[in-house]
């Protein structure tokens, strides 16, 4: 009698990725409109940062913007490195914001969603120093 193959685990499931594969978490439908409309009104911040991310410039990879995975929208994600990149604007100051973005960060990290984030004032005063932690985070997750 042969022996029962193991199941394969669920396309994207964190036991069969490494750094450099496709990696796709599913996401809530609804969230789709949400997203694009977010896409339409972007902060400055956020448009400063995606100038630089935009058309595989960091290094080579895609990454998108206001990106829906799971039951969240972050605000920019690279699949291939697992890697969100937020940029928090004054609305994540209050306690009860910093408790949502923990819970929200801590989900998605549960996924294998790995986070970079970024003050909206540092996006916008400092995106030198902003756009080279971005490359050195991906020199060092990818080497």
């Known amino acids: 009698m042969m022996p029962t193959p193991e199941p394969t685990p669920p396309y994207g499931h964190p036991s069969e990725e490494g ?5 796709f978490i599913a996401y809530e439908p609804h969230l ?12 400055l911040g956020e448009v400063i940062l995606w100038r630089h991310l935009q058309r595989k410039q960091m290094c080579g990879y895609d990454f998108d913007r206001q990106r829906p995975i799971d039951r969240y ?6 699949k291939c490195l697992r890697l969100a990149i937020e940029v928090d604007g004054s609305s994540h100051d209050g306690e009860v914001a910093q408790q949502n973005d923990f819970v929200r960060q801590s989900r ?3 996924l294998g969603v790995r986070f970079l984030r ?6 916008r005063s400092q995106t030198n120093t902003v756009v080279r932690t971005i490359e050195t985070w991906i020199a060092q997750h990818t080497s």
Do not use: H, P, W
């Open 32 to 43: 789709k409109a949400l997203a694009r409309e977010l896409r339409r009104n972007m902060t």
């Open 73 to 78: 929208i972050v605000d920019f994600y690279c």
């Open 19 to 23: 750094i450099g594969s496709t990696y």
């Open 118 to 123: 970024f003050s909206e004032t540092q996006v």
């Open 108 to 110: 998605l990290e549960s």
